[in-house]
């Protein structure tokens, strides 16, 4: 069992940048895959980005790359996602999650195993 808590989320006007956090409890952290996702009202759950469980790989959507990047601290049990240069358009709950059974990651929510419970982000134009 992993438990995922979000932090680091809030209102922050266009083109500024954030930085959430995500701290994995257990002590096999290092096996699983880390995405992103967010959600936003009346929308389906989408994919922004994802690293490896070795940290070497990282990818992302389209409309947040150059913008967004993803880290993983092993040794702390946390991953990070840092958002640069915000658009209202990424308005929406954002959600870590980790997947033990594929080790680069996925695009696809069905393929993670464990969920945090989101962390609200605004952007304001």
């Known amino acids: 069992q992993v438990q995922l808590v979000e932090s680091g989320g809030g209102l922050v006007q266009a083109g500024g940048s954030l930085r959430l956090s995500c701290a994995a409890s257990?002590?096999?952290?290092?096996?699983?895959?880390v995405g992103w996702f967010r959600q936003a009202p009346g929308k389906e759950r989408e994919f922004v980005g994802g690293?490896?469980?070795?940290?070497?790989?990282?990818y992302y959507t389209d409309s947040v790359k150059g913008r967004f990047t993803i880290s993983r601290d092993n040794a702390k049990n946390t991953m990070y996602l840092q958002m640069n240069s915000l658009k209202p358009e990424d308005t929406a709950v954002y959600y870590c999650?980790?997947?033990?059974?594929?080790?680069?990651?996925?695009?696809?929510?069905?393929?993670?195993?464990?969920w945090g419970q989101g962390t609200q982000v605004t952007v304001s134009s």
């Open positions: 690293i490896s469980q070795s940290g070497l790989s990282t």
């Open positions: 999650a980790v997947s033990a059974r594929y080790t680069t990651g996925s695009v696809y929510p069905r393929d993670y195993d464990y």
């Open positions: 257990g002590r096999t952290f290092s096996r699983y895959a």
